[in-house]
C-alpha cells in the first residue's frame, strides 16, 4: 500500500494573534512549546483562546507567556485552571537567550503570534521578537496594503 503524500503544513490554528503585525514590526520568528494543565489542552482542542494583549517576558532565566487568555473546561469540574495565568515556554537555551537579549539590549517585545497544534499534537506557541511601530508606520502600512489590493484588482480586469 502507498504511502499518502505529506502535507507542508498539517498544523490546525487555534488562535492568531493578528492585531500583532499591524502594531509591531515582526523582525523574527521561533517556535516554542508551552507547558499546559490538562483542563488547558481540553479546551484548546475545543477551539477557544486569545492572545490579544498577550506577550512574553522573562522570570529567573526562562520566559512565560502573560495574559493568554484560555478559557475554563467545563467538564473539568474542580480541577480547574486560572484563565490567564503565566504559562512557561519551552525553548533551548541559546533562543532564550537571544530572544531576552534582543528585548534587553534594545527595547523590542516578544509577541505570540499563533497558538497551535503540530502535526503530532503537541500544542505550540509561534513568537516573534517585535518592534512597536509609530502611527506614521501603521498609515503607512495600510496604504501600502490598500494600494496592493487596488493594483491586483486593475491587473484582473485588464487580463
Known amino acids: 500500500m502507498a504511502k499518502k ?15 500583532a503585525r499591524h502594531n509591531y514590526f515582526v523582525e523574527e520568528s521561533f517556535e516554542a512549546g508551552i507547558q499546559l494543565m490538562g483542563s488547558e489542552v481540553k479546551s484548546l482542542r475545543g477551539g477557544q483562546a486569545s492572545l ?20 475554563e473546561y467545563t467538564q473539568a469540574n474542580r480541577f480547574q485552571h486560572e484563565t490567564r495565568r503565566p504559562r512557561k515556554l519551552l525553548l533551548h537555551k541559546k533562543e532564550i537567550s537571544k530572544l531576552i537579549g534582543a528585548v534587553d539590549r534594545s527595547g523590542r517585545t516578544i509577541v505570540p503570534l499563533k497558538l497551535y497544534f503540530n502535526e503530532r499534537g503537541k500544542a505550540k506557541v509561534q513568537i516573534a521578537i517585535a518592534t512597536g511601530k509609530k502611527m506614521h508606520d501603521k498609515r503607512q502600512t495600510d496604504k501600502d496594503r490598500s494600494w496592493a489590493r487596488e493594483k491586483q484588482r486593475l491587473l484582473r480586469e485588464k487580463g
Open 52 to 71: 490579544v494583549d498577550a506577550y512574553a517576558a522573562e522570570q529567573d532565566g526562562e520566559l512565560y507567556l502573560i495574559n493568554c487568555y484560555i478559557p
Open 5 to 19: 503524500p505529506k502535507e507542508a503544513t498539517a498544523y490546525r490554528v487555534v488562535s492568531e494573534n493578528r492585531k
